[in-house]
């Protein structure tokens, strides 16, 4: 499974290289004669429901607290001096026994904190998987308590996950000082490692099963030069034969100097410019070296979360494992 990290984001949106109108460096390959990029591995986040990919699982929707019900008490009140001690959690489970492709549900789980107390906001994601880890269920974001040290944190059932048991395999629970306790299982493991937690389990169905990552056919530059602080656009030609292409980037390609001394970032949401061809804009630093440079890193997702990466380094003429010419321009 793969966890994706947020670097810095230059965006931006606009039109060029859509029918009728050819960018500077014309020649995208047609997916129809061009060899397609090698997939990664998969990751799954949210969505909405739907049927298909054989008979799915029908949800019961049970809804048994996993640690027991809000007892009314107070959450414990934060003690005071430095908090070098991450959280202790006892249980954590699914609030229901099964949630349908859309659905939302919620984790709960027991936990204290000596002293600044649980953190209201966990931005390290936890996730739930299948026994095959094709699929993911993540959750990040806002806790709610619920009572004395029951929480609960939200999240989204995709439409596109695998139907069967979801395992909540990955916990990383962090407190208002910083500190965190990892909990971790393989699919099918009864307890976390190195602890007497149970690991919970519920079921999915009626969703749409998306495992294959998109095929990505070529990429060029919206032009085959910039200034210093000008927008530019990476364009590409991809396909995804069921959930589609995404329309957000969240792990950021690079385009990489000639001296490997500067690059451009650039992640965010993508632009669809008709058919197969789709752009993500990036900036030109003010600051930035000139002379010619290469893209050297771009990741293409589906609506699913499955992606495929090309990588190379300026001496490449075509991405490694595939047929596509390295994208280059210059700047100014």
């Given at each position: 499974?793969?966890?994706?990290?947020?670097?810095?984001?230059?965006?931006?949106?606009?039109?060029?290289?859509g029918p009728?109108?050819?960018?500077?460096?014309?020649?995208?390959?047609?997916?129809?004669?061009?060899?397609?990029?090698?997939?990664?591995p998969?990751y799954i986040?949210g969505?909405?429901?739907?049927?298909?990919?054989?008979?799915?699982?029908?949800?019961?929707?049970g809804?048994?607290?996993?640690?027991?019900?809000?007892?009314?008490?107070?959450?414990?009140?934060?003690?005071?001096?430095?908090?070098?001690?991450?959280?202790?959690?006892t249980?954590a489970?699914?609030?229901?026994t099964?949630?349908?492709?859309?659905?939302?549900?919620?984790?709960?789980f027991r936990?204290?904190?000596?002293?600044?107390?649980?953190?209201?906001?966990q931005?390290?994601?936890?996730?739930?998987?299948?026994l095959?880890?094709?699929?993911?269920?993540?959750?990040?974001?806002?806790?709610?308590p619920?009572?004395?040290?029951?929480?609960?944190l939200?999240?989204e059932?995709?439409?596109?996950?695998?139907?069967g048991?979801?395992?909540?395999?990955?916990?990383y629970?962090?407190?208002?000082?910083g500190?965190?306790?990892?909990?971790?299982?393989?699919p099918?493991e009864?307890f976390?490692?190195?602890?007497?937690?149970?690991?919970?389990?519920?079921?999915?169905?009626?969703?749409i099963?998306?495992?294959d990552?998109?095929?990505?056919?070529?990429f060029e530059?919206?032009?085959?030069?910039?200034?210093?602080g000008?927008?530019?656009?990476?364009?590409?030609?991809?396909?995804d034969?069921?959930s589609g292409?995404?329309?957000?980037?969240?792990?950021c390609?690079?385009?990489?100097?000639a001296?490997g001394n500067?690059?451009?970032?650039m992640?965010?949401?993508?632009e669809?410019?008709?058919?197969?061809r789709?752009?993500?804009?990036?900036?030109?630093?003010?600051f930035?070296?000139?002379?010619?440079?290469?893209?050297?890193y771009?990741?293409?997702?589906?609506?699913a979360?499955?992606?495929?990466?090309?990588?190379?380094?300026?001496?490449?003429?075509?991405?490694?494992?595939?047929s596509i010419?390295?994208?280059?321009?210059?700047i100014?």
């Open positions: 499974m793969t966890r994706c990290v947020m670097m810095t984001v230059l965006l931006g949106g606009a039109t060029a290289c009728g109108e050819p960018s500077e460096n014309p020649g995208l390959a047609d997916p129809a004669t061009a060899g397609p990029a090698t997939p990664g998969t986040p969505g909405a429901g739907g049927t298909a990919g054989g008979t799915p699982t029908q949800p019961q929707g809804a048994i607290p996993p640690c027991g019900p809000p007892d009314g008490a107070i959450p414990p009140t934060p003690g005071s001096g430095a908090d070098t001690e991450p959280p202790v959690m249980c489970g699914f609030d229901r099964s949630y349908a492709a859309g659905e939302t549900g919620f984790v709960e936990a204290t904190d000596d002293v600044s107390g649980i953190g209201e906001f931005g390290s994601c936890w996730s739930a998987t299948t095959s880890e094709a699929s993911d269920i993540i959750l990040c974001g806002h806790v709610e619920l009572g004395g040290d029951l929480y609960r939200e999240f059932v995709g439409e596109f996950v695998e139907n048991t979801f395992y909540l395999n990955y916990i629970l962090g407190d208002e000082a500190n965190a306790a990892l909990y971790y299982a393989e099918g009864p976390y490692e190195d602890t007497d937690v149970a690991v919970q389990t519920t079921t999915i169905g009626q969703a099963t998306d495992v990552a998109p095929v990505v056919y070529g530059f919206d032009q085959s030069s910039y200034a210093r000008d927008v530019g656009y990476v364009e590409y030609v991809a396909t034969g069921l292409v995404s329309d957000w980037e969240g792990s390609w690079s385009a990489e100097s001296s500067s690059e451009i970032i992640c965010g949401h993508t669809s410019l008709g058919g197969d789709y752009r993500l804009a990036f900036d030109v630093g003010e930035i070296e000139t002379g010619e440079f290469f893209l050297g771009a990741v293409v997702s589906d609506m979360g499955n992606y495929v990466t090309v990588r190379a380094d300026y001496t490449e003429s075509v991405y490694p494992g595939t010419p390295v994208a280059r321009t210059v100014f």
